[in-house]
C-alpha cells in the first residue's frame, strides 16, 4: 500500500480519535459522559471541550477533500514522492491543529489548517507532475 493510501487510512482514524478531547470533556460533567443524548451535552461544552469538539468537526470536513486529493494522486501519479510528502503533511498538520485547536492557540492553529488545505490541494494537482 503507497504512503499517501496509508495516510488515507490515518486520516479516517483522526475522524474518530479527534473526537477524544470533546469526550472527556463530556465524561468530566456532572453525570458524567451522557449516551443517551450526547449531541446535547456537546451543545453545552465550553472552553477545551467546545473548541476539541471544533476541532473534531473540522475534522470530519477535511476529510472527504484530502480523500479526494488522495485518489487524484493514486491515479494519475502513483508512487510519486510529492504525493507522499504531501500526504503526509496533511496528516501532520492535523494532528498539530487539533492540538493547537484545544490548547486555544489561535493564530498559529489557522497556519496550520492552511498548510493541510494546501497539502489536499497539491494532491489534486496530481496530473500536473505526474509519477
Same mark, same amino acid.
Request: proline residues 4%; charged residues 10%.
Given at each position: 500500500?503507497?504512503?499517501?493510501?496509508?495516510?488515507?487510512?490515518?486520516?479516517?482514524?483522526?475522524?474518530?480519535?479527534?473526537?477524544?478531547?470533546?469526550?472527556?470533556?463530556?465524561?468530566?460533567?456532572?453525570?458524567?459522559?451522557?449516551?443517551?443524548?450526547?449531541? $446535547?451535552?456537546?451543545?453545552?461544552?465550553?472552553? $477545551?471541550?467546545?473548541?476539541?469538539?471544533?476541532?473534531?468537526?473540522?475534522?470530519?470536513?477535511?476529510?472527504?477533500?484530502?480523500?479526494?486529493?488522495?485518489?487524484?494522486?493514486? #491515479?494519475?501519479?502513483? =508512487?510519486?514522492? #510529492?504525493?507522499? #510528502?504531501?500526504?503526509?503533511?496533511?496528516?501532520?498538520?492535523?494532528?498539530?491543529?487539533? =492540538?493547537?485547536?484545544?490548547?486555544?492557540?489561535?493564530?498559529?492553529?489557522?497556519? #496550520?489548517?492552511?498548510? =493541510?488545505?494546501?497539502?489536499?490541494?497539491?494532491?489534486?494537482?496530481?496530473?500536473?507532475? =505526474?509519477?
Amino acid at each position: 500500500m503507497s504512503l499517501p493510501l496509508w495516510c488515507l487510512f490515518i486520516a479516517a482514524l483522526l475522524v474518530i480519535l479527534s473526537k477524544a478531547p470533546a469526550m472527556r470533556a463530556m465524561a468530566r460533567m456532572q453525570g458524567g459522559y451522557d449516551n443517551q443524548h450526547p449531541r $446535547a451535552q456537546q451543545a453545552s461544552l465550553t472552553g $477545551a471541550g467546545a473548541r476539541g469538539l471544533a476541532a473534531h468537526q473540522n475534522t470530519i470536513e477535511a476529510f472527504p477533500m484530502f480523500a479526494a486529493g488522495v485518489i487524484v494522486a493514486e #491515479v494519475f501519479a502513483a =508512487g510519486s514522492t #510529492v504525493a507522499g #510528502v504531501l500526504a503526509v503533511l496533511f496528516i501532520a498538520s492535523r494532528i498539530a491543529y487539533i =492540538g493547537l485547536y484545544v490548547a486555544n492557540i489561535a493564530t498559529v492553529r489557522s497556519l #496550520v489548517w492552511a498548510a =493541510g488545505y494546501l497539502a489536499s490541494l497539491g494532491l489534486m494537482l496530481a496530473p500536473l507532475y =505526474g509519477s
